[in-house]
């Protein structure tokens, strides 16, 4: 399945827990999505407009309700209007992806304790909190779970109540500080996006975002050194090594590189 909305978007940068429309579908592509589908696996799925909303876990569900023949009852759970719709960093997520999210998590053993918060009511945005039990990062939380539209918040514990329930009360103090929230951020402009071709290029890794460490992402010396002689090939600027310390993400980098551009070309 992964393949087949690789095929139809052109390109790879997504995750299990991604809107279909949150990552480049078009309401036009939910045909040839439903062809597809059907050539593949033999199945004939009407998903009509609530396709665009749908997630690849959800589509995956799906598909495996109608292997075990239950099709009617499958397609209207896991349609969007079946389950609460949430507004997750910028995008609508389904309530049941982002428990899904949070099972994936938990069976990782940097992971001690994780759960879904709403961080702020008025927005309707929902955070997975993490108590890590050795050092993770908000890059490493979004590849272990391969949802790049998720935001993560990392805690010291999750401080539950006798019943298990989650004290977002305590958890919603780390959220207010300063680069407390991970959120994936995708490329704005061509800098941007050439900058992170030449990262998942240069570290080997996918869904690069703009405000990704370089060293949380996989960074050392010598790939910073491959980085500069990438970047003075693509863009003509000469960088130094302290510059990836000065200018850790692809936004920041991207802005540096513009601003030396303009001084070095006019």
């Not at 998590?105 to 997975?128: C, F, I």
Request: charged share 30%; proline share 4%; aromatic share 6%.
């Amino acid at each position: 399945m992964r393949r087949i909305w690789a095929d139809i978007l052109s390109h790879e940068a997504f995750g299990s827990t991604d809107a279909f429309s949150a990552v480049g579908g078009k309401e036009e592509d939910i045909p040839e999505l439903e062809r597809r589908i059907r050539e593949h696996f033999g199945y004939d799925l009407p998903l009509g407009r609530d396709g665009a909303d749908i997630t690849l876990h959800s589509l995956v569900m799906l598909l495996r309700g109608n292997a075990a023949g239950d099709a009617a009852t499958s397609l209207v759970t896991l349609r969007p209007q079946g389950l609460g719709i949430i507004r997750l960093a910028g995008r609508r997520t389904l309530m049941s992806d982002l428990e899904a999210v949070v099972r994936v998590l938990k069976e990782h053993p940097a992971v001690r304790d994780t759960a879904v918060m709403n961080a702020l009511a008025d927005s309707g945005e929902a955070l997975v909190v993490i108590a890590p039990r050795d050092f993770l990062t908000g890059v490493e939380a979004r590849r272990i779970a391969e949802a790049p539209s998720v935001a993560f918040v990392l805690v010291p514990d999750l401080w539950r109540d006798a019943a298990g329930r989650l004290d977002e009360a305590r958890c919603r103090e780390y959220v207010q500080e300063p680069g407390a929230v991970y959120r994936y951020e995708a490329p704005r402009n061509e800098a941007e996006e050439r900058l992170v071709a030449i990262w998942q290029d240069l570290l080997g890794v996918p869904d690069v975002g703009v405000l990704d460490d370089f060293i949380e992402s996989g960074g050392d010396s010598l790939s910073a050194l491959r980085l500069i002689d990438a970047v003075h090939d693509a863009f003509g600027v000469e960088m130094m090594l302290v510059d990836l310390l000065d200018y850790a993400n692809i936004r920041e980098l991207a802005g540096e590189i513009s601003s030396r551009h303009e001084v070095t070309h006019g």
